[in-house]
T-cell receptor, first 113, second 117 residues
């Protein structure tokens, strides 16, 4: 069964600090891994997309890493801002054409001033 | 980037009524659209996949007669929750697949909050 597990479930950080979120998956075969940011009451917005051959991808203050051998990914948020408060979802695709996605439960990040 | 809209963003209805939610791809043609449901603090759960001009494919456990999906054009899909009950209250999110060119990914709409009284 394809599974995506994220940790921690939630975390609280002070504004300006860094944090790292983890994602482990058992999806096979593997096509790509995405990190999404979902604000409360909104749909997910893509942050990064990585295929098997990519081991790091950045989008501003967000940097994702991928180890396809150990099936682990991380999302690092640098110099957090209040607007980073959201749920971050790890999504893995087993199909090369992005048909069915396996979603993690998300990590809720709260940034406090 | 590709934009997907949903309407309405929020709806409150009485038990027993039907509610229609629209999902539109604004700047690309979506041959495939997906409907998800999300409960509080839970992950998105795929309800059904709809292809333009054909019947939707429903996930196991999703009642096709209760959740009617129509994908009449390459830019519009609708989800109708028939005879809604309080347990249908949830956050409904659609996504549209852009299969053109080098991109082949799902873009999510902003979601529709359904509350059934």
């Amino acid at each position: 069964k394809n599974q995506v597990e994220q940790s921690p479930q939630s975390l609280i950080i002070l504004e300006g600090k860094n944090c790292t979120l983890q994602c482990n998956y058992t999806v096979s075969p593997f096509s790509n891994l995405r990190w999404y940011k979902q604000d409360t009451g909104r749909g997910p917005v893509s942050l990064t997309i990585m295929t098997f051959s990519e081991n790091t991808k950045s989008n501003g203050r967000y940097t994702a890493t991928l180890d396809a051998d150990t099936k682990q990914s991380s999302l690092h948020i640098t110099a957090s801002q209040l607007s980073d408060s959201a749920s971050y979802i790890c999504v893995v695709s087993a199909q090369p054409h992005d048909y069915k996605l396996s979603f993690g439960a998300g990590t809720t990040v709260t940034v406090r001033a | 980037g590709a934009v997907v809209s949903q309407h309405p963003s929020r709806v409150i209805c009485k038990s027993g009524t039907s509610v229609k939610i629209e999902c539109r791809s604004l700047d690309f043609q979506a041959t495939t659209m997906f409907w998800y449901r999300q409960f509080p603090k839970k992950s998105l759960m795929l309800m059904a996949t709809s292809n333009e001009g054909s019947k939707a494919t429903y996930e196991q456990g999703v009642e096709k007669d209760k959740f009617l999906i129509n994908h009449a054009s390459l830019t519009l899909s609708t989800l109708t929750v028939t005879s809604a009950h309080p347990e249908d209250s949830s956050f409904y999110i659609c996504s549209a697949r852009d299969g053109a060119g080098d991109t082949d990914t799902q873009y999510f709409g902003p979601g529709t909050r359904l509350t059934v009284l």
